[in-house]
């Protein structure tokens, strides 16, 4: 087999350098300007022709394919990434934190992935299955560590990650919008008391930090304390209750 010129090959690599441009810049462009902005406008952020543009994408609808089908498959990495690095538990919520963050910073571009326009098509449909397989991995290994609550499914997270996605950017403060998405993931952990707990007021238990000898409550989970007649009044139902308080604290 006769190998291809020196020139041919340095001109694929120049349209391969050339495409990746365009991609990287357009996933730029619509996460911070909307997706009106046109082929021209992109060409010009890329540094590169218009022509260039349309050799490789003749169309916006196409470009905005590829734009959808590579933040997807930045996902399913970042869910490979997670699971070779940590524990299935720690793995999981690690993974769901860092796709909040993104999906938060590209609001117009995952606008389109929630919408109904007719997606996917081929190239996004090929993204969008391997990303259902990293987190249908993801969540099968989290809920055999015990990790996660036996009751939540994959299509549970993904509407948590959009959910959580506009938390976060709905709170001004940012540390503070973090942290509520951390209290709402929370939610998917398995429940640390085998009995189910009753609706609990938080108007009527005592959770100040400084809250005296009449508590009858974890003050984290709300389950009834047994007080003891002598010595300081117990806080917390365990030490596991304890440690996630901790955690809070340390995060807020």
């Known amino acids: 087999m006769t190998a ?97 963050e993104k999906t938060a910073s590209r609001k117009h571009i995952c606008d389109v992935l929630t919408a109904d326009r007719g997606w996917p098509h081929a190239l996004l449909a090929a993204a969008g299955k391997r990303y259902g397989e990293a987190l249908d991995e993801l969540l099968r290994d989290a809920r055999q560590a015990g990790a996660v609550r036996a009751d939540v499914r994959a299509d549970d997270l993904a509407a948590l990650i959009v959910g959580g996605a506009a938390l976060r950017s ?34 009527s238990l005592q959770r100040h930090e400084t809250a005296g000898r009449d508590v009858r409550h974890c003050v984290e989970c709300g389950a009834r304390l047994r007080v003891r007649p002598t010595g300081r009044p117990p806080r917390y139902c365990g030490p596991t209750c304890r440690q996630r308080a901790r955690r809070r604290r340390v995060a807020g």
Do not use: C
């Open 170 to 203: 709905a709170h001004r403060d940012r540390a503070r919008g973090a942290r509520l998405v951390r209290l709402l993931l929370d939610g998917l952990r398995t429940p640390a008391v085998t009995e189910t707990a009753a609706f609990r007021d938080s108007s």
């Open 4 to 100: 291809a010129p020196a020139s041919a090959r340095a001109e694929r690599a120049d349209a391969r350098r050339n495409r990746e441009i365009v991609l990287r810049t357009a996933m730029r462009v619509f996460a911070e300007e909307g997706l009106e902005v046109s082929l021209g406008r992109i060409a010009q952020g890329a540094g590169v022709e218009a022509g260039t543009v349309y050799r490789h994408f003749p169309t916006k609808e196409i470009l905005l394919e590829a734009v959808l089908a590579e933040h997807v498959e930045g996902l399913v990495t970042t869910a490979g990434r997670w699971a070779a690095r940590a524990v299935p538990g720690d793995a999981l919520f690690g993974f769901l934190l860092e796709v909040i």
